[in-house]
């Protein structure tokens, strides 16, 4: 099996190995620096690896290829095109050239934009990524590309992404150049961890708000949840255990080193983390494990749900953007045994943590969706709140900084001076966790929380990116004109000035107790509950100036993603309400008032015979006070939402759903669960949650 395993591993991508074998050396030297150090790509280098890439791919059995790209709907998106080039004799050629690799051209006209640009202008062009590896899928060969417009402004996920990048790098390498070093390449590393639900198709399929909207909108509570804590790395119920096998081999082959798989907290709630790579890698490669998570869920007679909160009553689902800095491979976050490596980590901490409070309404706006709202704050996930947790070893070292000018000796272990050995000791100990923390340090990382289930982690990203890249600037623009002499001395200063500066956002106690609101509103920490509360701050002033100023995205990019962020949201809880007006009506309806026919049939037939039936007829009654409510939850339900989906303004739209419709779906929500109990079983017209989250 292991020898399997090492033959199949990367057997579908077009890897580093890969291309040392088949292409040229000149031509695979030339390559590797446009990819490791972001130089411009010559279109006689793209026809040699058109070539090769077209040859490794026919082995492979592939017979089509597609520009593989991130719209903003946050999926990704593919359109095949054939290898075929006829020869005007009845015979074709398979062709393949280096133009059709660097740049393609999708119609964007269907594809969010936010109103970036006019139909008449639709053009939009795909442009190949080489930091992120090609890769066979069901016989067609996928690029990973950029999704830009016309004239050149960013449609997709990963063109600020990769330009955050550029910013990232380009700060580190100025800070790093004070300590002497002078990296090739400084960048993000992304271990994401997924968690997601396996449910039986049969369930799923008598669920329209399942399929229609990922989750369930109808539901009374299980006759169990999650309260026994036997699921949480539970042993794995075999169809499921089949299922991580095969997804196993299938990442396995595309080079995506998924290695942990465990049962979550929910029931039926499961995990899978991978070893951590370069960000741009690890961003795609998480994309490609969800689409792979559901296409194998079907070969097991499975159903992968990837939504926030498929259920009401147990938790939803996160990723955890584990996240750190690498120069060279190197983690710039691991505390090491050195005094000038020591005093470089504390820069790079600093800078974190700072970044961290200077954008905590970015951090937040790039996580925020429907999906994401039922979780945070809910005391399953982190809070909405955005705040940093160091672990105590760390904060008796940032709150000595903070305190006082002097050497810190550590309570409990020997005595440390700031800047020198025993930091690395100290932090490699660390093992306390605070799992309601939505940004923790874990040792030589941080782990964001917040991020969704279903979400791109591109989002995010760019603002930890540019974030980290503005502190990293100022920084090194301090140190510029700073002697030899005064760089330990001044590097401290800037270090203890800027952790005063944000102390506020470091909280290491529990972000699920009722008096964290209350303490980070004392703190000014920003606590944005919903979607609509966060979106706004897209497009303030300071934060259109922020982007811009790092060349991420300009103004009217980001007015375009508020726009169509909005617009996502409320189309989203348009069809949720439409789909739980058409259950009640098409579905729970009908079978209530088709087991209260029977009831009373029941009932008058008794009577008939003298027999009296109190109990029944108590039931009627609440079943049907019950039908009344239903009916008037659900046309109260359908105007509301008729009225939200005929405004024009999809912010405006956006605010009226989260105050307006939200509500209103929850009594009809409430007034058809709390029949469920009372209906016979061979009525209710959908599983259950007592069918659908506990199965063999
Ligand atoms: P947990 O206890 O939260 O499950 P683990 O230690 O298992 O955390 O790691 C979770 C994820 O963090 C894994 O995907 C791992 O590869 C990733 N990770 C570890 N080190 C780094 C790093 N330097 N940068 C980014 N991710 C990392
Ligand atoms: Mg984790």
Request: aromatic share 8%.
């Amino acid at each position: 099996m292991a020898d399997k395993v090492r033959e199949e591993y990367g057997s579908l991508v077009f890897s580093d190995a890969v291309m040392q074998e088949r292409l040229p050396r000149p031509t695979y030297k030339e390559l590797s620096k446009v990819i490791k150090e972001g130089l411009p790509l010559d279109l006689e280098i793209a026809n040699e690896v058109a070539h090769a890439m077209k040859e490794w791919a026919l082995e492979k059995g592939a017979t089509h290829y597609t520009h593989w790209f991130q719209p903003l709907t946050g999926i990704t998106s593919e359109k095949h095109d054939s290898f075929i080039a006829p020869k005007g004799d009845g015979t074709a050629l398979m062709q393949f050239q280096g133009k059709e690799l660097v740049q393609g051209e999708p119609d964007a006209s269907s594809f969010p934009s936010g109103g970036l640009r006019a139909t008449f202008e639709a053009r939009g062009y795909t442009a190949w990524d080489p930091t992120s590896p090609a890769f066979i899928k069901d016989e067609v060969l996928c690029i990973p590309t950029a999704f830009v417009s016309y004239t050149g402004e960013a449609l997709d996920k990963k063109t600020p992404f990769l330009r955050s990048c550029v910013a990232l790098d380009r700060e580190a390498k100025r800070v790093l150049a004070h300590f002497g070093k002078t990296p090739k390449s400084v960048s993000t590393t992304v271990g994401p961890e997924q968690e997601y639900f396996l449910v039986k198709e049969k369930d799923y399929a008598e669920r329209p708000d399942l399929i229609m909207c990922g989750r369930t909108l109808f539901g009374a509570p299980p006759v169990k949840g999650q309260e026994l804590e036997e699921h949480y790395f539970g042993a794995i119920r075999p169809t499921v255990n089949e299922f991580m096998k095969e997804l196993d081999d299938e990442l396995w082959k595309l080079g995506i080193p998924a290695t942990t798989k465990h049962n979550e907290v929910a029931p039926c709630q499961h995990e899978l983390a991978p070893i951590f790579e370069a960000a741009s890698v690890a961003i795609d490669h998480n994309l490609l494990t969800m689409e792979e998570m559901k296409l194998i869920a079907s070969h097991h007679g499975l159903v992968c749900l990837q939504h926030e909160k498929p259920f009401e009553y147990v938790n939803g689902s996160g990723k955890h953007d584990n996240w750190s800095l690498a120069a060279d491979g190197q983690n710039l976050l691991d505390p090491s045994d050195s005094p000038e490596e020591n005093l470089q980590f504390l820069v790079f901490l600093s800078c974190v943590i700072a970044a961290v409070d200077k954008h905590q309404d970015l951090m937040r706006v790039s996580v925020a969706s429907a999906g994401n709202d039922h979780r945070l704050g809910a005391n399953e996930a982190p809070p909405a709140i955005v705040s940093v947790f160091l672990g105590d070893d760390l904060m008796a070292v940032v709150e000595a900084l903070i305190n006082h000018d002097h050497d810190f000796v550590s309570p409990d272990r020997e005595e440390m001076d700031l800047g020198v050995p025993q930091l690395a000791n100290i932090m490699r100990d660390t093992t306390d966790r605070n799992r309601t923390s939505p940004f923790a340090f874990t040792g030589n990382k941080f782990e964001f929380r917040m991020c969704g289930s279903r979400q791109n982690l591109s989002d995010p990203n760019v603002v930890l990116n540019t974030a980290m890249a503005e502190m990293l600037s100022e920084y090194a623009d301090t140190m510029e004109d700073v002697g030899e002499d005064e760089f330990v001395g001044q590097t401290l200063h800037w270090i203890r000035k800027t952790l005063r500066e944000h102390e506020r956002i470091i909280f290491n106690g529990n972000g699920y107790s009722a008096e964290w609101p209350k303490e980070a509103a004392e703190r000014g920490l920003l606590n944005l509950r919903t979607t609509a509360d966060a979106l706004p701050y897209l497009v303030e002033p300071k934060n259109i100036e922020f982007f811009t100023r790092f060349g991420v995205l300009d103004e009217d990019e980001i007015r375009a993603r508020y726009i169509a962020k909005a617009e996502q949201y409320a189309k989203l809880l348009h069809i949720e309400a439409n789909t739980m007006v058409c259950m009640a009506n098409h579905r729970y309806l009908p079978a209530l008032m088709a087991y209260c026919t029977e009831l009373a049939a029941s009932i008058s037939a008794k009577a008939d015979l003298g027999v009296e039936s109190p109990a029944e007829r108590g039931r009627l009654d609440a079943l049907n006070t019950g039908i009344q409510k239903i009916v008037a939850a659900a046309d109260d339900l359908q105007k509301e939402n008729d009225a939200a989906d005929a405004m024009d303004d999809p912010v405006a739209e956006c605010r009226v759903y989260a105050d307006e419709v939200i509500p209103k779906m929850d009594v009809l929500r409430a007034a058809v669960d709390a029949m469920e109990p009372l209906c016979g079983v061979d009525w209710w017209p959908v599983p259950t949650y007592n069918d659908i989250l506990f199965y063999i």
